[in-house]
T-cell receptor
Framework: DTGVSQDPRHKITKRGQNVTFRCDPI?????LYWYRQTLGQGPEFLTY????????KSRLLSDRFSAERPKGSFSTLEIQRTEQGDSAMYLC???????????FGSGTRLTVV | RKEVEQDPGPFNVPEGATVAFNCTYS??????FFWYRQDCRKEPKLLMS???SGNEDGRFTAQLNRASQYISLLIRDSKLSDSATYLC????????????FGGGTRLMVKP
């Protein structure tokens, strides 16, 4: 499969726990994006990497959120001390030329109980 | 004001109907534009790019009006399988070339 892969597909966690999600982009794509989507809304930008450098972070990304992309390949998004408001679909996307749009992974659906 | 605004719908249309969605964007410096389709509980998938001259892909036609800052999508001869949420997307040509998504317009095609 040469698409964008995300793991896990679903995650249920108790409030206060830490969670980590992984994204494997399309191998030729140097740009990687994380978005969050809640029911009835469009995806909202969280953060962006070009190769291994994290170049942009949204105001939505509180101190409890951290993302990495070591070696410019896969990326991880960690949420510490999860809150119920963190429940959402976390989407990863990659691109080579954003003027041609992104390719999204299937997402990780997080439920905080 | 949201950067990209869409009527959330739902638009309920019979099979075979023609339906049009509009979207407005606030950043006049935006450079590239797209329509994405999203099925329930699935990821968004690129439907088509939107070019200044307008473009067509089968039953789908996209138009861009830079002066008025709106984008449209026309679907002819609607199929049941067209039922989905259609997301209007704008590349603001900012530092990261991030895409900004509208909230989506839901389309329900009925037999």
């Amino acid at each position: 499969d040469t698409g964008v892969s995300q793991d896990p597909r679903h995650k249920i966690t108790k409030r206060g726990q830490n969670v980590t999600f992984r994204c494997d982009p399309i191998s030729e794509h140097n740009r990687l994006y994380w978005y969050r989507q809640t029911l009835g809304q469009g995806p909202e930008f969280l953060t962006y990497f070009q190769n291994e450098a994290q170049l942009e972070k949204s105001r939505l990304l509180s101190d409890r959120f951290s993302a990495e992309r070591p070696k410019g390949s896969f990326s991880t998004l960690e949420i510490q001390r999860t809150e119920q408001g963190d429940s959402a679909m976390y989407l990863c996307a990659s691109s080579f030329d954003p003027n041609h749009g992104y390719t999204f992974g299937s997402g990780t659906r997080l439920t905080v109980v | 004001r949201k950067e990209v605004e869409q009527d959330p719908g739902p638009f309920n249309v019979p099979e075979g109907a023609t339906v049009a969605f509009n979207c407005t964007y606030s950043n006049s410096a935006s450079q590239s534009f797209f329509w994405y389709r999203q099925d329930c509980r699935k990821e968004p998938k690129l439907l088509m790019s939107v070019y200044s001259s307008g473009n067509e892909d089968g039953r789908f036609t996209a138009q861009l009006n830079r002066a008025s800052q709106y984008i449209s999508l026309l679907i002819r001869d609607s199929k049941l399988s067209d039922s989905a949420t259609y997301l209007c997307v704008v590349n603001d040509n900012n530092a990261g070339n991030m895409l900004t998504f509208g909230g989506g317009t839901r389309l329900m095609v009925k037999p």
